[in-house]
Each structure stands twice: as C-alpha cells, then as structure tokens.
C-alpha cells in the first residue's frame, strides 16, 4: 500500500497507540518524525515495528524501507510536517498543552490528528489559534494492521481538513469512518463500553471469569461481528422476514433486566485483584510480546480469509496488496 505521494508525518508520544501509527505511516511510505520523552520510547517502537513488519508480510502488503527517525524535541518532529498525530495520555491537560506545543513549531497548515478515544475535538481546540485544523482520528489497536479509523470533526474543523484526513488514512490502507455529529466515544468505544460494563457485573457478581467472557466471545458472536456487524448479523437471525421480523420477535426483550448497562459495580480492591489474578491465570502463561503476535497473525488469518470472500474488511485488505 505504498502511497503515491510521501508526507512528512510527525508522531508526537510513542506508546502503544503512538508507536503503531509511526509503524503504519513509514511502512506506507511516508516521512515519519517522533517524539517521546521517554527513555524507554525506542526499544518499545522497535518492538511494535518489528511486529508491524511480521504482520505486513502476511498481508501481503508493499513496505517502504524507510525508518522513522526519533526527533530530539516536539519542535523538530513537527516543524514541516502536513500531518501532525497527537497521542500523548488521555488528559485534556496534557493534550492541549501539546497543541500550543505544535502550533508554535508546525506549519499553519498542518493537519493536527488526535488519536483520542473519546475527546470530543471541539473541546480539545478550545484555545487552538488555528482550531479549524483539529481533528479526531481515532484509531484501535495494532494501529498498524486494524482498518477502522474513526473521523471526528469538530465544530470548528473545515471540510477541507475532514476530506484531507480521509483522503491521508485511506492511503495508508485504511477505512475511515466519519462521525457525523460529536459525541463523546464516538461510535466504537461507546458500543465497547456497553459489552466492559456488562462484562465486570459478570465477573462481580462470580457468574463468569475473564477467560470464559472472553470465550463467549471469540467462539460465539466475535465471529460473526468480525464479519457482518451487528445489524447485518441480526437481520438473518429475523430469517425471511428480515430486520422488522427480529425486532418484532425479539424487542420486547430490552424490557426485560438482562443487562445493567447503566451502571458499573464498584471497582473495589477486591475486584480488580479478581479481574487481575483471572487474566493472570487466563494468559499469564505468555509475555504481553507473545500475546501480541498471537494477536497479529489471528487477525492477519481472519483477514486473509475476509479477502478471500470479498467481504467486510477484506476489500480493504485487498485494494491494499501487492499485486
């Protein structure tokens, strides 16, 4: 998926998020510049790029051989660039210090991209001199292999950078999604959220471990939401009828107490060192580095497969191989 025309990228923190999309972005092609003040930020961007490789290779998909190049300061990995990334912690504090960090170093015209997983955009530029060129770009980890990105413009975002940030992440072998009216989570994460909040009364209230919510997943509905979603897996289930078929068999259900969704157990001592211990006992076993290649190559064979049939994120696993 090389891109046609090289950028000048700058990837302001490097840690799980930051590092995945410095893998994503030089792969493609792209003239990548990072900063994080860490100590420990190389050795943990070496890793994830090794992974990104592994899993590019399995794809199928053309790499540049280009390395990112580790900026001394924040001012010299943005000072040129088109396309600034912000994944610095999740505090708004932190944030929007870094983007009066950025608009006194970037060009005036540089895209500012937060990877942010639920600020709305229009309360990260409050204070931006420049905020029509804030946008969120959030993406789901390994940012180097996962398609969906999803596009949040702000009140104050122009089309022009909506459709320029489209137009940049859509050459990098991605789907963007644009959300089209701010909400706090965005899409994804507030339907994630519904499945964690369930997921800790189960595990609260001693009906089930980590490791077998995670196996009512993988070997369940995961399979089937890999491929088809939500909606689209419902609609078969209402069978000839369709979508209104289900919804008229099955919504008197949501009346029902089956889920608790609007509230959280509290997450006591004695709660987390039960989430904490199973998931030791569940995975343990392997380093987060095995997991994580464990993690690549199953979702490199689902997507391989997913090419195969045409189907949900295959095609664009497709438009974006060798040959």
Known sequence: MLVSQPITVGVV?????????????????????????????QPFLDRISQNAVHSWQGMDWPMSPESPVRADTLAAAVGDAELIIESVPERLVIKQATY???????????????STSGFKPSVLADGLINPERLI????????????????????????????????????????????????????????????????????????????????????????????????????????????????????????????????TPELTDQLIDTIAAQSDAQSGHLSI???????????VAILNALATTRWGAGEVVRRNRVS
């Open 136 to 263: 969120v770009a959030h993406p789901f980890n390994p940012v180097y292999l996962i398609p969906l990105v999803e596009i949040v413009p702000g009140i104050h975002t122009s089309d022009a950078v909506r459709d320029r940030s489209v137009e940049l992440y859509t050459e990098v072998g991605m789907k963007p999604l644009v959300v089209r009216k701010e909400i706090d989570a965005f899409i994804a994460d507030r339907l994630l959220e519904a499945v964690w909040r369930e997921a800790l009364w189960l595990v609260n209230d001693g009906i089930a471990t980590t490791e077998e919510i995670d196996d009512a997943i993988r070997y369940g509905f995961g399979l089937r939401w890999a491929q088809m979603g939500l909606f689209e897996t419902y609609r078969i289930a209402g069978g000839d009828g369709g979508m209104g078929a289900f919804i008229a068999q099955f919504g008197e259900t949501l009346a029902w107490p089956w889920t608790k969704l609007m509230d």
């Open 289 to 299: 580095a095995e997991l994580e290649r464990h993690r690549d190559d199953n979702v």
């Open 100 to 114: 009066a960090q950025i608009e006194s170093a970037a060009p005036p015209s540089a895209i500012i991209a937060s």
């Open 13 to 41: 923190g490097a840690g799980v998020i930051g590092a995945g999309w410095v893998a994503r972005m030089a792969l493609a092609g792209h003239h990548v510049r990072w900063f994080d003040p860490n100590p420990g930020a």
